[in-house]
């Protein structure tokens, strides 16, 4: 029996009430309703996500299982041997691309010691996105995920990150994203570059660069949005 193979599914960046199903590939559609076990990070969301794909799919005919910081090996390998016996499993973050600051990855690196093929379908990436719109370097960049929240240990990171060259791209939870801002002002030299990237392709969208020194007159609403920073 051959192996089957791990899908990487994409979902909108945004509110999922907001998306046109015409943004989304038709090729992903297509292996999208072929696959009848998912790995994901919410299933909620999943399942609407899949029934806005295809309004007829029979979703209790589908397997869901949650990945997420707590998953253990054991729980990764149980979707190996579903794949290993010939299930084509696809992955679903909350939302844009599985495997960047997400438990995907840890599934996709078992599968890769399992020699199970992985394949990333095509979708938004606001990590990327934001870059994009940010005219910062797009030639030598590093993602830094989350940000510790102690003021002190904030400060030890961005004192190592300072030194490095490149653009430095982090996000942070909505609800923190002000108090991250504003540390970010203090913190940085005023020459450096700061891009604030918010609630990309969504109502509320905002993508701004700007040096420090001219931060502070910015006028901008992150509460509760989904906010990318990237500073060089």
């Given at each position: 029996?051959?192996?089957?193979?791990?899908?990487?599914?994409?979902l909108?960046?945004?509110?999922?009430e907001e998306?046109?199903?015409?943004?989304?590939p038709?090729i992903?559609i297509?292996?999208?309703?072929?696959?009848?076990?998912f790995a994901?990070?919410k299933?909620?969301?999943?399942?609407?996500?899949?029934?806005?794909?295809?309004?007829s799919?029979?979703?209790?005919?589908?397997?869901?299982?949650?990945?997420?910081?707590?998953?253990?090996?054991?729980?990764?390998?149980?979707?190996?041997?579903?794949?290993?016996?010939?299930?084509?499993?696809?992955?679903?973050?909350?939302?844009?691309?599985?495997?960047?600051?997400?438990?995907?990855?840890?599934?996709c690196?078992?599968a890769?010691?399992?020699?199970?093929?992985v394949?990333?379908l095509?979708?938004?990436?606001?990590?990327?996105?934001?870059?994009?719109?940010?005219?910062?370097?797009?030639?030598?960049?590093?993602?830094?995920g989350?940000?510790p929240?102690?003021d002190?240990e904030?400060?030890?990171?961005?004192?190592?990150?300072?030194?490095?060259?490149?653009?430095?791209?982090?996000i942070e939870t909505?609800?923190?994203?002000?108090?991250?801002?504003?540390?970010?002002?203090k913190?940085?030299?005023?020459?450096?570059?700061l891009?604030?990237?918010?609630?990309?392709n969504?109502?509320?969208?905002?993508?701004?660069?700007?040096?420090?020194?001219?931060?502070?007159?910015?006028?901008?609403?992150?509460k509760?949005?989904?906010t990318?920073?990237?500073?060089?």
């Amino acid at each position: 029996m051959s192996k089957g193979e791990i899908y990487l599914i994409p979902l909108p960046i945004h509110n999922l009430e907001e998306f046109n199903i015409s943004s989304i590939p038709t090729i992903n559609i297509q292996h999208i309703n072929t696959i009848k076990v998912f790995a994901v990070e919410k299933i909620r969301t999943s399942r609407r996500f899949l029934k806005k794909v295809n309004p007829s799919i029979n979703i209790d005919e589908l397997r869901f299982i949650e990945i997420n910081k707590r998953s253990t090996n054991q729980d990764y390998n149980q979707i190996i041997s579903i794949i290993t016996e010939g299930n084509n499993v696809g992955v679903m973050s909350e939302a844009g691309c599985p495997g960047i600051a997400d438990p995907g990855q840890a599934l996709c690196e078992i599968a890769h010691q399992n020699n199970i093929k992985v394949i990333p379908l095509i979708g938004p990436s606001s990590i990327i996105m934001a870059l994009m719109a940010s005219g910062l370097n797009g030639q030598q960049f590093s993602f830094h995920g989350y940000l510790p929240i102690k003021d002190n240990e904030l400060n030890n990171k961005l004192n190592k990150i300072i030194k490095l060259p490149g653009a430095h791209i982090f996000i942070e939870t909505p609800y923190r994203n002000e108090k991250l801002l504003k540390h970010l002002i203090k913190k940085l030299h005023p020459d450096k570059k700061l891009c604030i990237a918010t609630d990309i392709n969504g109502k509320h969208e905002k993508i701004i660069t700007k040096k420090i020194a001219d931060m502070k007159d910015i006028q901008i609403n992150l509460k509760k949005q989904p906010t990318i920073f990237i500073f060089e």
